[in-house]
């Protein structure tokens, strides 16, 4: 099996067709290595911060994602250093060396301004910033609407990209990772498995590392579905990057079934947070 059937499997039709598209015109033929995990709040009235111990599938892919990163040098961003007067759009920051910057637009391409929302947010007393986002460490973070464009800009290509994101698809939206090599899209990763009006207080992890230097890329869009008059928030927090040379031990993968999720494993994996998915969609119905 390929490594670009592995990616494929947790795509839409229409992804499919695209990355088929893609993947047939680039040489090689390979496909970037994705982890994505999803973590639904069973109770959001109760614990409208779902707990972290409770977060299993977003703490193992996560962990997982970081045992391929060289430790000690690759940085992660919380936001938990900057007030919540700072503005989104124009934050710029090193990650693992890398210049990153955000970037926060209107549809008509201005800059995202004006409310707390466009700014890093502090969770309030309940944990919550706002519309139900937060934080996924510390208490403070970002959330973005689904009304504005969001891009994370890298000053040089990369080889993996990961964030938490929380509260995505309570209000049927849903989010589309796409990765660029400045204006050439590489890959493109809906995270559209949550379903219609769920996903309340939930917690998700997206990561993804380039199995080959065609694959580099310096710009990742975040691209949220938008319905008309239902808009979504969704928090996010933890950015990791790590440059090609800080990638370790994904030529390793799947050496060792106990300790990162194998090619053979990965559909298990996939079977079980789809079966969690399926009972806590029967259980709202
Ligand atoms: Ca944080
Ligand atoms: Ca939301
Ligand atoms: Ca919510």
Do not use: C, H
Request: hydrophobic share 40%; proline share 6%.
């Amino acid at each position: 099996m390929s490594a670009g059937l592995r990616t494929l499997r947790r795509m839409s039709p229409l992804s499919i067709a695209t990355i088929a598209v893609i993947a047939a015109a680039a040489q090689p033929a390979q496909a970037f290595r994705l982890f994505d995990a999803y973590d639904g709040n069973p109770d959001p009235a109760e614990f409208p911060v779902l707990p972290t111990e409770q977060r299993t599938n977003t703490n193992e892919t996560a962990a997982t994602f970081s045992l391929l990163l060289a430790a000690g040098v690759v940085t992660t961003e919380g936001f938990e250093n900057f007030p919540t007067s700072q503005a989104i759009d124009g934050l710029s920051i090193p990650i693992s060396g890398v210049g990153t910057t955000l970037s926060y637009k209107n549809s008509d391409g201005t800059s995202a301004t004006g409310g707390a929302s466009t700014k890093v947010q502090k969770a309030d007393g309940n944990g919550l910033t706002n519309s139900g986002t937060f934080p996924t460490e510390g208490d403070r973070g970002i959330s973005i609407n689904s009304t504005k464009r969001f891009e994370v800009l890298l000053d040089e290509a990369i080889a993996a990209f990961s964030f938490w994101g929380t509260d995505l698809g309570d209000r049927g939206n849903t989010l589309t990772i796409e990765l660029y090599r400045d204006t050439t899209l590489l890959a493109t990763q809906p995270i559209d498995y949550l379903g219609e009006n769920s996903g309340d207080s939930s917690v998700f992890f997206f990561g993804s590392i380039a199995e080959d230097p065609t694959e580099y890329f310096n710009r990742v869009v975040f691209n949220n579905s938008k319905k008309t008059g239902n808009s979504d928030a969704i928090g996010l927090d933890q950015f990791t990057i790590a440059m090609p040379s800080q990638v370790v031990g994904l030529g390793d993968l799947g050496a060792d079934p106990t300790a990162v999720p194998t090619p053979a494993l990965l559909p298990g994996l996939l079977g079980f947070g789809l079966r969690i998915w399926k009972r806590r969609r029967a259980a709202v119905a």
